[in-house]
């Protein structure tokens, strides 16, 4: 079965300090991942997706195959970045509904 | 432009009424989803319109929830017989193709007494 296992529930770091929130993944094919953002009040957007190997605001994401893995990583978080963060799959053939974690609530103390 | 929006944003009915949510997507899309989200959890899938039809809609619930989208724009999600489980966020996402960036609405609150 296709599953997205996002293991914290809430992650708090200092401002400034490296962010890295888990996700993994369970498919048998290929398929593509993508990083959804939902700031306080705000609707859930796209952060970033693998495929186009870009470092939107500062997060960037690898894909680890072998370990079934797409953490997001910044390397020096900001208050602003304090949001839901959702990990999500979508099949292989980039057709259809996307597969979601549960969230990460990252919170950035100053 | 104008993103997805959906209304009503907040929907109080009691139990065994019928609802209806409406999606109206960004122009041009062609591929439309809806997604439920309870509370903590990530939002999950219920149906796929690409133009008039349902690509997927393996996951609807059961046979209270039917989504339509007859002409290839606004879609409308309507719930039968609605229980206290259905209470949750229902998103309406659109993309381009079933390709690309799926574009969220801002949800609309169901809350079933």
């Known amino acids: 079965a296709q599953r997205v296992t996002q293991p914290e529930k809430l992650l708090s770091v200092f401002k400034g300090a490296p962010v890295e929130l888990k996700c993994n993944y369970s498919y048998s094919g290929s398929p593509e991942l993508f990083w959804y953002v939902q700031y306080s009040r705000q609707r859930l957007q796209l952060l970033l997706r693998?495929?186009s190997r870009e470092s939107i605001k500062g997060f960037t994401a690898d894909l680890n195959k072998g370990e079934t893995s797409f953490h997001l990583k910044k390397p020096f978080a900001q208050e602003e970045d304090s949001a839901m963060y959702y990990c999500?799959?979508?099949?292989?053939?980039?057709?259809?509904?996307?597969?979601f974690g549960k969230g990460t609530k990252l919170s950035v103390k100053p | 432009g104008a993103g997805v929006s959906q209304t009503p944003s907040n929907k109080v009915t009691e139990k065994g009424k019928y609802v209806e949510l409406r999606c109206d997507p960004i122009?041009?899309?062609?591929?439309l989803y809806w997604y439920r989200q309870s509370l903590g959890q990530g939002p999950e899938f219920l149906i796929y319109?690409?133009?008039?039809?349902?690509?997927?809609d393996s996951g609807l619930p059961n046979d209270r929830f039917f989504a339509v989208r007859p002409e290839g724009s606004v879609s409308t999600l309507k719930i039968q017989r609605t229980e206290r489980g259905d209470s949750a966020v229902y998103l309406c996402?659109?993309?381009?193709?079933?390709?690309?960036?799926?574009?969220f609405g801002p949800g609309t609150r169901l809350t079933v007494l």
């Open positions: 122009s041009g899309h062609t591929a």
């Open positions: 319109f690409q133009g008039t039809g349902a690509a997927d």
């Open positions: 999500a799959l979508q099949r292989g053939g980039s057709q259809g509904n996307l597969i």
């Open positions: 693998h495929i």
């Open positions: 996402a659109s993309s381009f193709s079933g390709a690309d960036t799926q574009y």
